[in-house]
């Protein structure tokens, strides 16, 4: 007996809510009228800074790293890009598809980059010209260059224990190094369930019981440079810019005349930046 199938809509694609880096992270903001951040940007974090104290009428001082101020960081954009194949939809089906996977993979896709650097170190890059000052960022593998700052440039040693006794260890150390505003403590998912007791949800957010927000995104790939080693990091503030999504939907364009096969783009650009010199990282056993 044959079977008709009729079709039916799936669910449209969704981004993920809490733990997602994009709820997390600040926007970035743009800087002077003449900066366009799809060039790159650098920034003089207010991150870090000692300071002293001293008793009235006395030369007698406590000095906790007055001059400790910190270097400017810098970074440079990439895409995201996603496709949506099909031999039989109509061309505006696909690039109405093609924008709701785009802006559901966003936060996906700038955590992996954010956690990685992949797409950075790829592609290394200088300093203009004449520039007067030097970046803390991560160097590349050619001297006098540079990659985008990203968590996995820290390292993480070995497994320090469960990641409860982990979590506050490294949440501990970047408020060591940082003079206020949030933490940020990114965190794999195969570890999240173990944290949970000692977490609170606010709205979309995870934070812990000292207020650091807790970011798990399901593009965090969760291990360390090696591959296998579980990391836990932690950061101060994390600024994410994104541009529009452009659509390439073009019939010309993106249909196979010989296979009557259409493939629609979509893409848009996004930058993710934070101040390397608060970066914390510590190894975590998911046994305890």
């Known amino acids: 007996m044959q079977v008709m199938l009729g079709q039916v809509p799936s669910p449209p694609v969704q981004a993920r809510r809490a733990g997602d880096l994009l709820r997390a992270a600040l926007p ?14 650098v920034a003089w974090p207010e991150s870090l800074a000692g300071w002293r104290v001293i008793q009235d009428c006395s030369t007698t001082e406590v000095d906790y790293g007055l001059a400790n101020a910190g270097q400017p960081v810098g970074a440079r954009p990439f895409l995201i890009q996603t496709a949506v194949d099909c031999p039989r939809a109509p061309i505006p089906d696909m690039a109405a598809r093609a924008a709701r996977r785009i802006e559901a993979i966003t936060s996906q896709a700038v955590a992996r980059e954010l956690w990685t650097g992949a797409a950075s170190a790829e592609d290394p ?17 050619t001297a006098g260059t540079y990659v985008n700052p990203h968590l996995a440039a820290a390292d993480v040693g070995t497994a320090a224990g469960g990641p409860m006794a982990v979590l506050g260890q490294v949440e501990a150390a970047v408020a060591d190094k940082t003079i206020g505003g949030p933490i940020y403590l990114h965190v794999p998912l195969d570890v999240l369930f173990e944290l949970a007791i000692g977490l609170e949800r606010r709205g979309d957010l995870l934070v812990t019981p000292a207020g650091s927000i807790v970011v798990a995104d399901g593009g965090y790939p969760g291990t360390a440079t090696d591959g296998t080693t579980l990391a836990i990091y932690g950061t101060g503030p994390v600024q994410v810019w994104l541009g529009p999504t452009t659509v390439y939907d073009d019939p010309s364009q993106v249909v196979n005349a010989s296979n009557n096969v259409a493939r629609v783009w979509a893409e848009r650009p996004a930058l993710v930046l934070f101040d390397p010199q608060t970066l914390v990282g ?3 056993s998911p046994e305890g």
């Open 282 to 284: 510590a190894a975590v």
């Open 28 to 41: 970035g903001q743009d800087g002077d009228g003449a900066t366009d951040w799809t060039k790159g940007v």
């Open 125 to 141: 890059w200088e300093l203009p010209d004449g520039a007067a000052w030097d970046l803390s960022n991560p160097a590349g593998p």
